[in-house]
Nanobody, 122 residues
């Protein structure tokens, strides 16, 4: 499975961005796609997960009510709509795919995209 993340950029606090994660290859073994983020000097944290078929979702507490994860099965693409962005959302965002239903740990993901930078200015 190959994952291509895009959509990052520079935005002011309170603004919005939409990230995309396009999957290709043997996607039939993908059951969930998650977005992670890693800020400088910090660990990589899970942001949101979506089950590919059922559409069930999971969000980190820090983004609940502001971020929305969705998917387009026909395009093999997962989106992360980020609203009301805060400076603390600044990080490199990665998408990853998993063979588990709604995985919440990085170790449950087998394939990773290259990352896209999101910078939120105050």
């Amino acid at each position: 499975v190959q994952l291509q993340a895009s959509g990052g950029g520079l935005v002011q606090a309170g603004g919005s961005l939409r990230l995309s994660c396009a999957a290709s290859g043997r996607t039939s073994y993908t059951y969930a796609v998650g977005w992670f983020r890693q800020a400088p000097g910090k660990e990589r944290d899970l942001v949101a997960v979506i089950n590919w078929n059922a559409g069930s979702t999971y969000y980190a507490d820090s983004v609940k009510g502001r971020f929305t994860i969705s998917r387009d099965n026909g395009l093999n693409t997962v989106y992360l709509q980020m609203n009301s962005l805060k400076p603390e959302d600044t990080a490199v965002y990665y998408c990853a795919s998993s063979k588990f239903s709604v995985p919440t740990r990085g170790s449950e993901y087998g394939y990773w995209g290259q990352g896209t930078q999101v910078t939120v200015s105050s």
